[in-house]
């Protein structure tokens, strides 16, 4: 099993420019979380979905879209970058709630120049 | 508002134990998490507590009381390996979200 593997591993982007992280697991789990880290502010929640078909806004949405057409995959799309988007971003998986931890994919490095 | 507080870095010595604190103050409470980080790699699960007191799990311990919002990790015989950084984290009620500190950065020295 593969876990939660993000794509791709880093990227360079224009101002302006769009681009689609991809966030695939074969877990089987419901619910999953894009976030973003930056140095000395931890990770913060970007967008969660609950289940195939649902997405909500978390604590930083502006920028992003995010989609969940299949249980599998989460995107995350960036439709027009700025320099301020430069981070890595990390998806995250969890089965259920109450004790289960969130599993986390290796991270997307993204620069914007 | 949410809140959470932790150390920024930290530094012991191999075979020493280490304590890091995490102070929390959240609108709702759902248990709490301490994940490690090394460096240029993902989170991984340590340990959750939801009820107070110690939980124990081979060389490290994570203690809870929700009264004072107040956590601490245990790291016993330190080694080299240990040097990362462990967030401390908060999952609010209803339990879709979870909120990250900032992290505390642990060098352990021979």
């Known amino acids: 099993n593969a876990g939660v593997t993000q794509t791709p591993k880093f990227r360079v982007l224009k101002t302006g420019q769009s681009m689609t992280l991809l966030c695939a697991q074969d877990?089987?789990?419901?619910?999953m979380y894009w976030y973003r880290q930056d140095p000395g502010m931890g990770l913060r929640l970007i967008h969660y979905?609950?289940?195939?078909?649902?997405?909500a806004k978390g604590e930083v949405p502006d920028g992003y879209n995010v989609s969940r057409l299949k249980k599998q995959n989460f995107l995350l799309g960036l439709e027009s970058a700025a320099p301020s988007q430069t981070s890595v971003y990390f998806c995250?998986?969890?089965?259920?709630?109450?004790?289960?931890?969130?599993?986390f994919g290796p991270g997307t490095r993204l620069l914007v120049l | 508002g949410q809140n959470i507080d932790q150390p920024t870095e930290m530094t012991a010595t191999e075979g020493a134990i280490v304590q890091i604190n995490c102070t929390y103050q959240?609108?709702?409470?759902?248990?709490l998490f301490w994940y490690q980080q090394h460096a240029g790699e993902a989170p991984t699960f340590l340990s959750y507590?939801?009820?107070?007191g110690l939980e124990e799990k081979g060389r490290f311990s994570s203690f809870l009381s929700r009264s004072k919002g107040y956590s601490y990790l245990l790291l016993k015989e330190l080694q080299m390996k240990d040097s990362a950084s462990y967030l401390c984290?908060?999952?609010?009620?209803?339990?879709?979200?979870?909120?990250f500190g900032a992290g505390t950065r642990l060098f352990v020295k021979a």
């Open positions: 877990m089987n789990h419901e619910y």
């Open positions: 959240t609108s709702g409470f759902n248990g």
């Open positions: 979905s609950v289940g195939e078909g649902t997405t």
């Open positions: 507590n939801v009820l107070d």
């Open positions: 995250a998986t969890a089965a259920r709630l109450g004790g289960e931890t969130q599993y």
């Open positions: 984290a908060v999952r609010n009620t209803g339990g879709f979200k979870t909120i």
